[in-house]
T-cell receptor, first 116, second 118 residues
Framework: AQSVTQPDIHITVSEGASLELRCNYS??????LFWYVQSPGQGLQLLLK??????LVQGIKGFEAEFKRSQSSFNLRKPSVHWSDSAEYFC??????????????FGKGTLLTVNP | DTAVSQTPKYLVTQMGNDKSIKCEQN?????MYWYKQDSKKFLKIMFS???????INETVPNRFSPKSPDKAHLNLHINSLELGDSAVYFC?????????????????FGPGTRLTVT
């Protein structure tokens, strides 16, 4: 079965600093990988996704992520964070759930706090 | 225009009651999902459903049942509510169409329904 590990439960950075959120996955086949962001009291918004091709993917809000197969990682990065980036970030791996259905398995999330 | 909507946003009810949460998507997707997010923010799939298949997470009690009147809706019915059912429930949808030869599976989430069982 697939699994996702986000080693950092809570990260605090200063506004303008660079950011890297870690994500490691376990899946027997080529993974479909996603990063979602959840602001307080809100639903999940897709930041970016990796299916195939270029291992460096660009997303919304200035985020990017790099897929490294050898390390089973899909870390999220941003060169300069803004206080509005404070939120919970979830990494997810997509896998078949049976038949033609496909489902996401999420990590436990990393809470990002950006100090102004 | 809201892509995936849920009603109600908040639901407070007593143990033993039966309740429903509605979900609608206007994205033209043919697969919909229900997730449960517990107090520690952990997201767990409950169901995935399209017009052909219902996939149930084996850990979901049979008190929970999804019902889909049409492709745009997937409602969640919960019978005999228990304290442990208190959580935020998210509906999501995804396309299962090929785009440029690549099947895409990104999911789009609704705003969530916070269920509190007292």
């Amino acid at each position: 079965a697939q699994s996702v590990t986000q080693p950092d439960i809570h990260i605090t950075v200063s506004e303008g600093a660079s950011l890297e959120l870690r994500c490691n996955y376990s899946y027997g086949a080529t993974p479909y990988l996603f990063w979602y962001v959840q602001s307080p009291g809100q639903g999940l918004q897709l930041l970016l996704k990796y299916f195939s091709g270029d291992t460096l993917v660009q997303g919304i809000k200035g985020f990017e992520a790099e897929f490294k197969r050898s390390q089973s990682s899909f870390n999220l990065r941003k060169p300069s964070v803004h206080w509005s980036d404070s939120a919970e970030y979830f990494c997810a791996v997509g896998a078949r759930s049976g038949g033609s259905n496909y489902q996401l398995t999420f990590g436990k999330g990393t809470l990002l706090t950006v100090n102004p | 225009d809201t892509a995936v909507s849920q009603t109600p946003k908040y639901l407070v009810t007593q143990m033993g009651n039966d309740k429903s949460i509605k979900c609608e998507q206007n994205l033209g997707h043919d697969t919909m999902y229900w997730y449960k997010q517990d107090s520690k923010k952990f997201l767990k799939i409950m169901f995935s459903y399209n017009n052909k298949e219902l996939i149930i997470n084996e850990t979901v009690p049979n008190r929970f049942s999804p019902k889909s009147p049409d492709k745009a809706h997937l409602n969640l019915h919960i019978n005999s509510l228990e304290l442990g059912d208190s959580a935020v429930y998210f509906c999501a949808s995804s396309p299962s169409l090929r785009r440029g030869g690549l099947r895409t599976y990104e999911q789009y989430f609704g705003p969530g329904t916070r269920l509190t069982v007292t």
